[in-house]
């Protein structure tokens, strides 16, 4: 039978790591061997293992179904453990992926630099920008969720600012004048499901519409330097896939908002609902 040796290299402090080494012959022994890494890496490792092979954390979605999340690889899956599609996956199929294999060499030859070098600033710019927006991301959640708290704290505490702000002054510029402008009156970071046509996706804002029964605006932020109308159409599916989610459980969605943050101002564009794409 075929052997198979699992090592693994765990790291537990700054250049400084531990390496497991299992030999396994069967299934058995290399589920017994991954239980036996995963329990050395969650012990000794600086974070633990993501794990992502399960369903993941069960979510009770704004819907009112439940539905299973695992963060590792953003994937969704119903209680039967069917993978449900995403309203980013969605978008992805209409766009054309970034072809880095075929354009990080002939861009190296022509701009005359080491082909490496120009792959690690094209990660790490990747990177910064990724890190940028889940920053606004988390700090516009935050805003939303404990505003009242927060202004509570800076009252009672006699702070200069609203207790919820980021230390940093640039998100916090960012946070401030986006409550100046379209206020915390919306929830943020809102999952939502139709399980039974295997739709599922979180929305950063969802706003009442007010005086209107059970109708809302599906809202989005973006962090991009600038817009393009590739980038706009991409947007208006994604978010057109979480309005016919919210359609489809009896809701009814006035219309979908992109807000921009360009560095120093935020710009919301509506867009119209547009029907959903094989």
Avoid at 97 to 117: G, H, Q, R
Avoid at 151 to 170: D, G, H, M, R, S
Wanted: glycine letters at 6%; one cysteine or more; charged letters at 30%.
């Amino acid at each position: 039978s075929m052997k198979l040796r699992i090592e693994a290299t765990i790291p537990v402090m700054n250049y400084g790591n531990i390496r497991p080494s299992i030999d396994v012959s069967s299934p058995d022994e290399e589920a017994e061997a991954m239980g036996i890494i995963k329990r050395l890496w969650d012990a000794y490792g600086e974070q633990p293992i993501k794990d992502k092979t399960s369903g993941g954390v069960r979510v009770e979605t704004f819907t009112g179904e439940v539905v299973f999340y695992n963060e590792a690889n953003h994937t969704y899956t119903d209680e039967k453990g069917n993978r449900l599609l995403s309203g980013s996956k969605y978008a992805e199929k209409f766009s054309p992926k970034f072809d880095k294999a075929l354009l990080l060499p002939k861009t190296a030859k022509s701009w005359e630099v080491d082909e490496k070098s120009l792959d690690e600033i094209w990660t790490l710019n990747g990177d910064i920008s990724t890190c940028f927006g889940n920053a606004i991301h988390k700090a516009l959640e935050l805003a939303h969720k404990h505003w009242d708290t927060g202004l509570a704290i800076q009252t009672k505490k006699e702070f200069e600012k609203n207790y919820v702000l980021p230390k940093n002054e640039f998100i916090a510029d960012a946070v401030t004048k986006f409550v100046e402008q379209f206020g915390v009156n919306a929830k943020s970071e809102v999952m939502v499901s139709d399980v039974s046509n295997g739709m599922v996706g979180t929305i950063d804002r969802l706003a009442y519409v007010e005086g209107k029964n059970k109708t809302v605006r599906v809202g989005d932020f973006k962090t991009n330097n600038e817009l393009s109308k590739k980038d706009l159409d991409k947007y208006q599916k994604q978010l057109s896939f979480y309005a016919h989610i919210l359609t489809n459980k009896g809701w009814e969605v006035e219309g979908l908002d992109i807000f921009h943050w360009d560095g120093t101002t935020w710009n919301k564009i509506e867009l119209p609902i547009v029907p959903l794409e094989a």
